[in-house]
């Protein structure tokens, strides 16, 4: 019999657990939480207001939710969806 048929089977594996944290996904309505003075959300801003962990460092913006008011978004990552949401509500992305 071979051995790795011998040896037991233990634990999990996902890859690089620390990594895969390092990503923070935000919904668009989850601005409406932000300061009315905030004009520019960036990671800096979300991390300061509580949306996103303080070991972020990707950020990617999902379409959930309404946008009320003209924001400058910069993310990483933003849906289609969500851009057309900031758009229209006057603001501007921008990919970084």
Excluded: C, W
């Excluded at 950020?59 to 949401?85: D, N, Y």
């Amino acid at each position: 019999m071979p051995m790795f048929r011998k040896v037991a089977k233990r634990g999990f594996s996902a890859g690089d657990y620390s990594a895969q944290k390092k990503v923070a996904i935000v919904n668009i309505g989850a601005f409406a939480k932000l300061n009315a003075g905030v004009a520019i959300v960036n990671l800096d801003t979300l991390i300061s207001a509580g949306l996103i962990p303080r070991r972020s460092q990707i950020v990617r913006v999902l379409g959930g939710g309404e946008l009320t008011r003209a924001l400058t978004v910069e993310a990483s990552h933003v849906t289609r969806s969500a851009a057309q949401k900031i758009e229209a509500a006057g603001g501007k992305v921008v990919l970084g």
